[in-house]
């Protein structure tokens, strides 16, 4: 049935297949661009990543006239604010971010700070606070298949002193391109692709059953689904599978693009909480939460998630279970999947193997029930809920 109204806003032109990065000096050339400052992290540099970009570029206008690479995971405010300073100096008149969404995020947080004028991205922490400015253009080149940060119109960015990952959420967000080429997730090890991966797979399941969910982003979270069934196990036993890097990388940009309408739910705002506090990977924290919030919900979207079955497993298993049953039936595909990837490369099953510990859960639960992403999932949470989650994940 069709919401008596709703939005769908998605403008980023996506450049997807192996060499796609060839014609990223045309699109920028299309956008004004000519300086851009490349964000990306040390690691990234040492495993050759720029160097694959610096040879797209040759024989172009475009110049990086900046490179900045001091981006822990999850970045922070400061270094946000400090990659503003580097901009300035540099003359820079554009942004390139290749990374997974720590750099995405820095880089979606450094746009608004020169977009706004601002050196303090601080100002801008919320919902819809970023007003039209200066527009810089912007291409993010992902090297995780999981965030989908290239299509979504959030920055997570964290707060150190606070212990708390800040949402930034406005439409200025949204890069202009989103280029996928595989050569750029070959070396992401088996470990991270699948946390990463798993990230996708969440990404489109809480935006199925947001409150908020609508044809078209069902339409990408179903997709996005597909892909990840199919390629997400081959990317993790072979990382130079050009046809499932691929695959990967178009399921990521499609989950995104579903939750930046639908947005996420509890798994998300309980994650947001356990990488704060315990400093877990971000796709880690979902994979591990994910069965568990399904559980959770299950009473108020079991025909929704016995829709899913289909897409999770294929026609097989959907024909074969009683509709009445589809939707515990979808939970347990989601552990065996998780199951089979903790097998082929340790993906972490529960929170202990992450190293968080029971005398930390309270206060993990108290920071996710004030965690935006839990305004939409299809089911109320309380502390209670939520610690009992915790204690089961754990
Ligand atoms: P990440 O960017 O932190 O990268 C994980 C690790 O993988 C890093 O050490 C990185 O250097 C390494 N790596 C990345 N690409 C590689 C490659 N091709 N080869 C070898 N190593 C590589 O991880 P992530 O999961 O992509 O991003 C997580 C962050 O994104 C979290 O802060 C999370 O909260 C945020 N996030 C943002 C959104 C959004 O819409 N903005 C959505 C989900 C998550």
New binding site residues.
């Given amino acids: 049935m069709l919401p008596r109204y709703y939005e769908f806003y998605n403008p980023v032109k996506v450049l997807s297949g192996d060499h796609a990065l060839e014609n990223l000096p045309y699109e920028m050339a299309h956008l004004s661009a000519s300086r851009p400052i490349l964000l990306t992290?040390q690691?990234?540099v040492e495993?050759g990543?720029t160097r694959i970009l610096e040879s797209a570029l040759r024989g172009s206008e475009l110049v990086i006239a900046a490179q900045f690479t001091e981006i822990p995971?999850?970045s922070s405010v400061h270094v946000v604010n400090a990659a503003g300073r580097v901009f300035r100096e540099a003359g820079c008149d554009s942004i390139i971010a290749l990374?997974?969404?720590?750099?995405i995020?820095t880089a979606k947080g450094l746009r608004v700070l020169i977009g706004q004028e601002t050196d303090d991205i601080m100002q801008y922490m919320g919902a819809d606070i970023v007003k039209p400015a200066r527009r810089v253009p912007f291409a993010v080149i992902p090297?995780?298949a999981?965030?989908?940060?290239e299509a979504?119109l959030?920055?997570?960015i964290a707060h150190p002193e606070r212990q708390v990952?800040m949402e930034f959420v406005s439409h200025h967000l949204l890069p202009d391109l989103a280029v996928l080429d595989p050569r750029?997730?070959r070396?992401?090890?088996p470990r991270?692709t699948a946390s990463?991966g798993m990230?996708a797979l969440v990404h489109a399941i809480e935006s199925y059953t947001s409150v908020q969910r609508n044809p078209l982003s069902d339409a990408y979270a179903w997709a996005a689904i597909e892909l990840i069934r199919d390629h997400l196990p081959r990317a993790v036993a072979n990382g130079h599978d050009t046809e499932a890097r691929l695959a990967m990388a178009n399921a990521a940009l499609m989950a995104?693009a579903a939750f930046s309408n639908a947005m996420v739910g509890l798994v998300h705002a309980i994650g947001h909480a356990v990488?704060a506090i315990c400093r877990v990977a971000?796709?880690d924290a979902m994979a591990i939460l994910l069965p568990h919030v399904m559980e959770y919900n299950l009473d108020l979207v079991h025909e929704r998630y016995g829709r899913l079955l289909l897409a999770l497993a294929g026609p097989e298993l959907y024909a074969a279970t009683p509709a009445p049953e589809r939707g515990q039936q979808a939970i347990a595909v989601v552990r065996a999947f998780s199951q089979r990837l903790h097998e082929a490369c340790g993906l972490p099953l529960r929170l202990r193997d992450v190293g968080v510990t029971d005398d930390v859960l309270p206060a993990i639960a108290r920071t996710a029930i004030n965690d935006g992403a839990l305004l939409l999932n299809p089911k109320e949470a309380g502390l209670d809920d939520v610690l009992q989650i915790l204690r089961q994940a754990l």
């Fill in positions: 992290n690691q990234l495993v990543l995971p999850d990374g997974g969404g720590s750099v995020d090297t995780t999981g965030t989908g940060s979504t959030v920055a997570v990952k750029l997730t070396s992401l090890p991270i990463t990230d995104g990488g971000h796709g």
